[in-house]
């Protein structure tokens, strides 16, 4: 088991603390998407693959619209907490155990929109495993579909190599959550550590750590131009108001 893996098998109990609502934000993530996919001529009979699902911030949100909504993981973790929540909340998702370097393996089928949000592409360490990633990915994008991806500003970032996240601080009922990271660099890549603090009755602390590699928009767009794609059109928060730079990758 790879670093990723155990930092989300981890993680995945606590994910959703990195939220101030869960719930809401899986509902505005998915009307963002929804006007992205209009946008681009898709509606509600697009089949969807989310190849880096989590526990379901997007697939979920988007299932609820009326998408029919395949989502796969590289963390058994992520998985089992995203069933539970899809379950919960009273929509029907095709969840797979998959690795996004190698989704062939898994799906058989392309899918019309392929989306890996929050950050996922940049746990590929090196420029070969991302263009990897990349080209396993487009393969499952039918010939006029979308790839939909957000990653951090590392071209901002890059500039000063920061060595930590501004710290999110949430009320609670009983009192406070706190989370932030620390960025250890070597080089593009970096060591993450991402701490949550439950400042309520009792005073938890959860430390989960993992590590990426800086990806410029540049190299990313290079990638799935070669990799056969069409057009490939970033949007950022000011536009899109989603929280990170969205890529939009046309077959």
């Known amino acids: 088991m790879d670093i990723t893996q155990t930092f989300y098998d981890k993680l995945a109990s606590q994910y959703d603390k990195l939220f101030s609502d869960w719930n809401a934000a899986a509902q505005e993530q998915a009307v963002i998407l929804n006007r992205i996919f209009n946008n681009n001529g898709f509606n509600t009979r697009a089949r969807i ?24 993981d590289i ?12 379950e919960s909340q009273g929509v029907l998702i095709r969840f797979e155990h998959a690795d996004f370097r190698a989704l062939a393996d898994t799906f058989s089928e392309q899918f019309d929109i392929v989306i890996a949000m929050d950050n996922a592409l940049p746990h590929m360490l090196t420029s070969e495993s991302l263009k990897v990633a990349v080209g396993s990915i487009i393969g499952q994008v ?30 609670t009922e009983k ?6 990271q620390t960025w250890v660099w070597n080089g593009d890549n970096y060591q993450l550590t991402q701490y ?38 970033w949007k950022f928060p000011e536009e899109s108001g989603f929280y990170q730079p969205i890529v939009v990758a046309k077959k």
């Open 49 to 72: 693959l989310d190849c880096a699902c989590g526990i379901g911030t997007q697939a979920i949100g988007l299932a609820a619209l009326g998408y029919p909504v395949t989502a796969s």
């Open 175 to 180: 009192g406070q959550r706190v989370s932030f």
């Open 75 to 86: 963390s058994g973790g992520e998985l089992a907490e995203a069933k539970a929540r899809a």
């Open 196 to 233: 949550i603090i439950d400042d309520e009755e009792n005073l938890q602390i959860g430390k989960f750590v993992c590590e990426y590699r800086a990806t410029r928009r540049e190299e990313l767009t290079n990638l799935l131009l070669s990799g056969g794609c069409s057009q490939v059109i």
């Open 142 to 171: 039918k010939t006029g579909g979308l790839f939909v991806a957000s990653i951090r500003d590392y071209d901002s970032l890059l500039d000063d190599k920061p060595p930590y996240s501004p710290p999110y601080i949430h009320k």
